[in-house]
């Protein structure tokens, strides 16, 4: 079972508010992601961190920013909410060897911003 | 341009077995991997395959042909549980990427 944990799984907050959204993983993985989806939507990586002090922006161009300071700790930041950013956010995080494709997902947090 | 594709949905019934299909555009490919989703739930990994051929799993398969570009991921004696949303993903410039996914709908 994969031990990635992500808080809070439900966040409805107003508009203009700064939050964080948490992200841990005890796997001991170098590389960790943060994808957005809508439901029922494709997954878009927004940013990923290759480990501690590494972190770059994915494909999907986002307002938020993330911080890598420990390995097992990935939060990811809106300083300044809107509607627009409601949508789920998902952790992922992967052993990080040459062209791996298995990560394992956190629950997610499902962001509506009012 | 998306990296990967795949049908937006298929339907087939229990019992029967499905093919789920995916192309792929990369200039450098390490593998294909498959990855199941339910409504309100996270993506949970089910296969990869790094060489060309079949790759069995219960009643989950995965195929991949790198001459083609092409893989597909076979679900068998089909359970009404297995309703959901299957999506490739490959690594991509060391970042893993996804299809935008293939919602299978399981009819009784």
């Known amino acids: 079972e994969a031990d990635i944990y992500q808080t809070p799984r439900y966040l409805v907050i107003g508009t203009g508010k700064k939050i964080t959204l948490e992200c841990s993983q005890t796997?001991?993985?170098?590389?960790m992601y943060w994808y957005q989806q809508d439901p029922g939507m494709e997954l878009h990586l927004i940013h990923y961190s290759y480990g501690v002090n590494s972190t770059e922006k994915g494909d999907l161009s986002s307002e938020s920013t993330v911080s890598r300071i420990r390995t097992e700790h990935f939060p990811l930041t809106l300083e300044s909410a809107r509607p627009s950013h409601t949508s789920q956010y998902l952790c992922a995080s992967s052993e990080g060897g040459t062209g791996d494709t298995e990560a394992f997902f956190g629950q997610g947090t499902r962001l509506t911003v009012v | 341009g998306q990296s990967l594709e795949q049908p937006s949905e298929v339907t087939a019934v229990e019992g029967a077995i499905v093919q789920i299909n995916c192309t792929y555009q990369?200039?450098?490919?390490?593998?294909l991997s498959w990855y199941q989703q339910h409504d309100g739930g996270a993506p949970t990994f089910l296969s990869y395959n790094a060489l060309d051929g079949l790759e069995e799993t219960g009643r989950f398969s995965s195929f991949l042909s790198r001459s083609d570009s092409y893989g597909y991921l076979l679900l068998q004696e089909l359970q009404m549980k297995d309703s959901a949303s299957y999506f490739c993903a490959m690594n991509r410039d060391d970042k893993i990427i996804f299809g935008k996914g293939t919602r299978l709908h399981i009819l009784p």
């Open positions: 796997m001991g993985h170098d590389k």
């Open positions: 990369t200039s450098g490919f390490y593998g």
